[in-house]
């Protein structure tokens, strides 16, 4: 199956370093690009460096990542409280 860039999944994942294959198994990752690169999980196998990812084995899709940088518009709520119940009047 093909991941789309920006696209986020929990899957398995087969790396390649030093001409060696590894899988990971339950790995939450994110596709930007052809290398991966956590350093929780890679520092467990004594990679210090980006990996090449060879196959991704999806066990569900997570969506895509937020993109916008942009605030909402907060207004102040004009309403009086009663000072006894606390209720809006």
């Given at each position: ?52 990812v ?21 207004k ?12 809006y009047?």
């Amino acid at each position: 199956m093909k991941v789309e860039l920006g696209e986020i999944v929990f899957c398995n994942l087969t790396i390649k370093y030093n001409n060696k294959n590894h899988t990971l198994k339950d790995v939450v990752y994110k596709n930007n690009g052809n290398l991966f690169f956590n350093k929780r999980i890679l520092l467990n196998l004594k990679i210090k460096e980006p990996v090449e990812v060879i196959s991704i084995d999806i066990i569900k899709r997570m969506g895509f990542e937020k993109k916008s940088n942009g605030f909402t518009e907060v207004k102040k709520n004009n309403e009086k409280r009663n000072k006894i119940t606390g209720a809006y009047e």
